[in-house]
């Protein structure tokens, strides 16, 4: 779609097809509607951007009132003189990976409600899940926790990052007691010290963060591809992303089964 850049005919088109694929899953809608618009103003400057996040759900069996948040960011920086910036790893990957999570919690439904997100303007500022956080579709206080991924299509390491133990220490023995048993190499860090080397608000997970909502944010670091027009799906490496999207979905039921014995936010 030419970069999904925000605000152009093509991050509408893969809005359309992702609100297609929600519906395919079987998700219910959020209010309503999966298609959610706002407008804010620019990073940097006064100019509004106007967007939409897809949204939606699958209801918890047990305690549909409290909601994990599992999203990523289906845009990317779009077309730049005259190159397209396919942003296959950014985010393509995370995106794919939500769908993926979608589509098996559908058909096996948490005990929780998982409340799945793709939001929109990520790459001008996190525009897409601020404006989710500024004005939320479902209580803040009912959200347990946010799992956000971007970029977990391929390491030549093997190695998935894990961001959000430190500054939330009860994701911790969750996270260490996936570690053994991940399909990928899992490392904890990338969550403290500020600057480039900490991630905490360096994507989606940030809004939640700021508004003390606990995080888990998986990525791979930066490959000689990001943010360039190389970032194309042959760069992807398959078996890897399928490991890393596996491990995430682990996750997702360690969480699922600890936020029963958190005490309310």
Known sequence: MAGRAAMTPENLKARVWLESEFRRIGLQPVEGRFVHAWARARRAGADSVRGANVLGMVRGRTNAARIIVVSAHCDHVGTRNGQIYNGADDNASGTAAVLAMAAHFASHPPAHTILFALWDAEEIGLLGARAFVD?????????AANVNLDMVSRNDRGELYAAGA?????????????????????????????????????????????????????????????????????????????????????FVERLDAAVEGWPPR
Do not use: C
């Open 166 to 250: 430190t500054p939330w220490p009860a994701m911790r023995p969750l996270l260490e007691s996936l570690v053994p048993v991940a399909s990928v190499k899992l490392v904890l860090g990338h969550d403290s010290g500020g600057g480039q080397n900490d991630w905490t608000d360096q994507s989606d997970q940030g809004a939640f963060n700021a508004a003390r909502i606990p995080f888990v944010y998986f990525g791979v670091e930066d490959h000689p591809d990001y943010h360039k027009p190389t970032d194309d799906p042959e760069r992807i490496q398959p078996g890897f992303f399928y490991r890393a999207a596996r491990t995430i979905a682990g």
């Open 135 to 143: 004005a939320p579709t479902v209580p803040l206080a009912s959200i």
